[in-house]
């Protein structure tokens, strides 16, 4: 084989080659487009609106929700955003699913979703404008959502910088490919850039001076480049301290380990400081005091002595290493129940699972009555077939007491119509409450995505140690699909008197 006739075969090789990548490289912006083209992927803020149902949403994403019944998800991206795709991941074919965008959440504009793949909904959205996702669905598992930002313009921004005048002042400089008006957005939290600073002017080159911030504070800020029609094109995030010392400030006050008589408040500052707390269960008069005299940022300070299901409000005064004070707005806070049922034993005929494929056995089922716990996977148990026997559970509280009221957390898909409650001292003796209940005339809801019916039944101060639920064999019950020969219990709780 002559060298020449090498080459032709080398080139025949090389175009080969070169088309098959050409064919690869389409197939992946076709069918892989966020692997292939770069993308940003929004952040979801929080929830502003829901109607039935609970959503779980860690950073940008809604974590295996499941929505029994039609629901409607409002969710906030924080400003508006030019959107190229919504993307909705989902492990089920749920009955009915639609998205919906809006700026202002008055005017809504409707989108198909297409399946993508088998866990992949999307909407192409062709860079409209928007703030507000809307998701409507039914038999849904919501798994995670995503927001593809899109391209408004042909503007680019380039070389931005900021440039500090003052404690109080600063200047942001940067540069478009295209003349055109400007602004800068900026705040002192990544996810709400919630003051704007605008120059009219046509041009290239940008400068804008932002005046009366605070001292020593750190700020964040996007650069943008706004077009005649007023459509614009933002910059990355980026961020600029001021000098000097800042003002004394409040931030993450939050409540947790909520329990009946008392509760932790946190919060962080900005300096070092110390700390009082002012609380009661007035708004107007708060007589109660905790103290934090050792300085810190991050504070957390324990408020005890409540009382059961009762709303207290407080205030948080704080001064700092310089001697300077500040205080916060009043907030407020729920005390917990007092659940006297928690983790006690419980004898009775539920133990079936009734999906063992995905729920184990372990703890045993019919502990969960009793476990605090209201998710699908390890709280909640089911009876025997109520055609077929008697069903009934007995709750031993340890010792008498007066009783205010019980509570069952019946599921939505599977419940009693009737069936009656009785109380005792010694569990040999029993009085009747009433035996003619159901759980119709309970509260419909949802907790933590969970369909959930709260059945109250008042006690009157009933001094016992004992509750028995009863089903006579053959009583009637709701069992949405024909698989579910049971009634279906979360939580068995009882509140004595206070």
């Keep these: 084989m002559t060298n020449k ?17 050409i064919v690869l490289i389409l197939l992946l912006v076709l069918y892989f487009p966020d692997l292939v083209l770069a993308q940003e992927n929004l952040k979801i803020e929080k929830i502003i609106g829901i109607e039935r149902g609970s959503v779980i949403v860690d950073g940008d994403t809604a974590t295996e929700v499941y929505l029994d019944d039609e629901v409607n998800i409002i969710l906030d991206l924080g400003m508006v955003y030019p959107l190229k795709r919504i993307k909705v991941y989902t492990p089920n074919k749920p009955e009915e699913i639609s998205v919906s965008i809006s700026q202002d959440g008055v005017t809504w504009k409707f989108f198909t979703l297409k399946q993508k793949f088998p866990e992949l909904k999307e909407a192409g959205l ?10 409507t669905g039914k038999g849904l598992i919501l ?25 109080t002042k600063v200047e942001i400089e940067f540069i478009t490919d295209k003349a055109c008006g400007s602004n800068v957005a900026y705040g002192i939290t ?3 850039l919630d003051k704007t600073s605008v120059d009219a002017s046509i041009d290239t080159i940008h400068r804008i001076v932002i005046e009366n911030l605070e001292p020593g504070t750190l700020y964040y800020y996007v650069a943008r480049g706004v077009d005649e029609a007023g459509r614009f094109e933002e910059s990355e995030l980026y961020q600029f301290q001021t000098t000097g010392i800042p003002p004394l400030r409040i931030f993450n006050i939050s409540v947790s380990n909520i329990r009946s008589d ?8 900005n300096t070092m400081s110390i700390t009082k707390v002012q609380y009661g269960d007035s708004m107007f008069y708060l007589p109660m005091q905790a103290f934090d005299t050792v300085p810190a940022a991050s504070h957390q300070v324990v408020l005890d002595r409540l009382e059961p299901e009762k709303t207290y ?9 310089y001697g300077r004070s500040a205080k916060s707005n009043k907030g407020f806070f729920t005390s917990a129940e007092y659940n006297i049922a928690l983790h006690r034993t419980v004898q009775g005929t539920f133990w079936t699972n009734i999906e063992p494929a995905f729920i184990s056995n372990t703890p045993p089922l019919i502990q969960r009555v009793t476990d605090g716990r209201l998710d699908y996977y390890t709280g909640m148990t089911a009876s025997k077939d109520p055609d077929k026997g008697d069903q009934y559970l007995i709750l031993d509280l340890s010792e008498p007491g007066p009783l205010q009221r019980t509570e069952f957390y019946w599921r939505q898909t599977a419940y009693p119509q009737k069936y009656a409650l009785y109380t005792s001292i010694d569990a040999k003796d029993w009085e009747l409450i009433d035996d003619n209940l159901t759980a119709d005339s309970g509260v419909f809801t949802y907790i933590k995505g969970n369909p ?8 009157n101060r009933r001094i016992a140690r004992y509750l028995k639920f ?4 053959g009583n009637p019950y709701y069992r949405k699909r024909k698989q579910y020969k049971c009634v279906i219990l979360h939580e068995w709780k009882v509140m004595p008197v206070y």
Excluded: C, P
């Design 190 to 192: 990544r996810q709400r």
């Design 452 to 459: 959930i019916i709260i059945h109250t039944i008042d006690l």
């Design 470 to 473: 009863y089903m006579k064999q």
């Design 126 to 135: 062709e860079s409209e404008i928007a703030q507000l996702i809307r998701l």
């Design 313 to 321: 409000y407080y205030r948080i005064y704080v001064e700092d290493i």
């Design 143 to 167: 798994r995670e959502v995503q927001a593809i930002k899109g391209k408004q313009t042909e503007i680019n921004i380039l070389d931005v910088k900021s440039n500090i005048l003052a404690d």
């Design 262 to 269: 008392r509760v932790f408040l946190n919060w962080t500052t």
């Design 5 to 21: 006739t090498q080459a032709k075969l080398w080139d025949r090789v090389s175009l080969t080659e070169n088309r098959i990548l």
